[in-house]
Each structure stands twice: as C-alpha cells, then as structure tokens.
C-alpha cells in the first residue's frame, strides 16, 4: 500500500471503523510514521470530512460525532451484480487476496441502507458455486433475493414455475439453497407438488409469492452434491457402465460428479453416466490414461471402435505435396 491516495482512503476507512486511534496505531497500521499521518490528516480536512485530534498521553485521532460518510446510491439490480461480482471472486479464487474481497464486500454492506443490506447478507450465506463457470443466464434479480432470504429464514415460498416443455405450474417449495454452475441459477428445495427434493432452473421462475409456513433444513444437506448428482442422472437415451482401472481421486478429477458418478470396486472404479451421443463418450473414454473395460452399452464399442479408425486414419494421412510451378511460371 504505498500509493499517498491508497493511505489515505485506507485512513478515511480506518477512522470510520473505530472510534478513536492514536497516531501510532495508525502509522502502524499504515505502514508510514506520525509525521506523515498528519498530513493525511490534513488532506482529509481539505476534501472537507470534520476529523477531529486530541493531543496528550490519552489523545488521538477520530471523525466528528455523527458524521457518516454518504451513503452509497446504488439500485437493487446494480447493488446485486458488483455484490455477486465480489462473492464469486472470493468463492472461486479469482481475487489476489480474501482479505481484500472480505474488507471490500463489508464495506459496501454497511453503507448500503438496511432494505438492501439483509436481502444482500441472506445471499452471502445461501449462495453456493461450482467450478465450472460460463456465461450467466441470469434470472431476475428480485427472484434471487427473495429466494436468498427465504432460505436463509427457512420460510417456504410459492413459486410460478415453467418447465422445459414450458408447462405452467404452480407449487410450494422450501428452497435449500442456491447453487451457480455452468452458467446457470439452480434453487434445490423440497418441492410440495412432488412431495419431494427437487431441482428448478431459477431463471424460469416467472414469479414467486412468499409463505407463512415455514421448514427445517436437513442436516449436513449439500446443495452442490445434490445438483451435480441429480445432473448426471439427467434422463438421456444411453446409460453407460464402465470400470477404469486407477485411482479414484485422479478419475474424479477427470469426471466430475456432473459427467458420472463413481463407485470404488475391488478392480477398479465402476462409472455411471447418462449421456445424449455415444461418440462423446467414446471420446471422453478415450482420453483416460487408464484401461476401462465396457459393461454396457454394447453400442459403445462401436463407438470407440469407429474413433479408433478416425485416429488410425489420421496417423497413417501425410501431408500433400505442394504441386512443383513449371519453369515459366505458369
């Protein structure tokens, strides 16, 4: 923090966290000495912010009473997407430090009026991330804070809901939680219709309608292993049984819970997947470095075998030779 404006800022937050400090405390805090803290000090009186000083043993430095810096003016939507901006930072590792994104998340929750300060608090604690990130299909922002707040509260909701076959529903849900993956929105509740666990695209909730009946979330309950699970039982035409040879840890890291799920065997690990094309399998097969042995389907041998002539093919295909210009050019 050597930039002269940086400390200063760093200053102006650090008067308006505590109530008083002494000139040592904030030149360590700083990383400068006294001197140059007074004339921080005048800066900020320059810029017109009352800091007032007390000399003596017991002095120090600290802001007029009553004053707050002005609140920052930020609409619903605006105040959500710089939120989530710094909470996917901080929950997918894309920030340089945690101590930066906690310190910049805080200080916008407390100069955010209360309206917006609690629906924003409920989706930092109800919010979960995968891994795996595109661009967003992003719902509307007054769904997701209500859903934030519901679960947080464990309050049941009534949702107006469409399908993929886009049939209309309405139904009553205790949402569980939220989870962003691949670029979309899930919410995971118990679903009061189906009378079970059930998972909804949040951006074809067209509407939602808050409950006075409220749950109790299940203990230990995962929201991401209950999405990545329940994605790759997605019903698909073909269902796939394969055993690989090698470690489970390294396979997992190769197929995630959303491609297949995995079992521990005595010669192997058994893989499970539903998928929509045979050839993507036996592409995503033949990139394991371990041997497999196919359980079923048996169209899936076909598949690798029609792969391995593609590969075979393009092993034994040279290059053309470029044709020889005759000797007048033409």
Do not use: C
Not at 79 to 100: D, I, N, W, Y
Not at 188 to 209: A, N, P, Q, V, Y
Not at 289 to 307: C, G, M, N, V, Y
């Amino acid at each position: 923090m050597s930039h002269p404006l940086t400390r200063v800022l760093a200053l102006l937050e650090l008067l308006q966290t505590h109530s008083r400090l002494t000139g040592t405390e904030l030149a360590d805090r700083l990383g400068t000495d006294v001197r140059t803290v007074r004339r921080y000090m005048s800066h900020l009186r320059d810029l017109g912010i009352p800091v007032e000083s007390e000399r003596g043993r017991f002095g120090g430095y600290q802001l007029a009473r009553g004053y707050r810096m002005p609140p920052l003016m930020l609409t619903n939507d605006e105040a959500l997407a710089v939120f989530l901006g710094l909470l996917a930072g901080e929950r997918l590792g894309m920030t340089t430090t945690s101590p930066a994104t906690a310190g910049a998340l805080s200080k916008i929750e407390r100069v955010l009026p209360i309206s917006l300060r609690e629906p924003l608090a409920a989706m930092r604690e109800t919010l979960s991330f995968t891994a795996n990130t595109v661009v967003a299909q992003a719902p509307e922002a007054g769904v997701l804070l209500a859903l934030a707040q519901a679960a947080r509260s464990g309050r049941t909701v009534g949702l107006r809901y469409q399908s993929w076959r886009e049939k209309h529903t309405d139904r009553d849900v205790d949402p569980y939680g939220m989870v962003f993956h691949a670029g979309r929105w899930y919410l995971i509740g118990h679903d009061h219709l189906r009378d079970g666990l059930r998972t909804f695209r949040i951006d074809r909730i067209e509407s939602i309608t808050a409950r006075v009946e409220t749950f109790t979330l299940p203990d230990n309950f995962d929201p991401v292993s209950h999405l990545t699970t329940s994605l790759a039982q997605t019903p698909y035409p073909w269902q796939v049984e394969v055993l690989i040879n090698g470690p489970i840890d390294e396979i997992a890291r190769r197929l995630p819970r959303t491609v297949a799920i995995l079992t521990p065997q005595p010669t192997g690990v058994l893989m499970h997947a539903r998928v929509q094309r045979l050839d993507g399998m036996a592409h995503l097969l033949a990139s394991l470095e371990w041997p497999f042995t196919i359980h079923s389907p048996d169209e899936l041998r076909q598949a690798l075998k029609d792969l391995a002539q593609q590969l075979a093919t393009a092993a034994t295909r040279r290059p053309q030779e470029t044709p020889r210009q005759s000797e007048d050019g033409g």
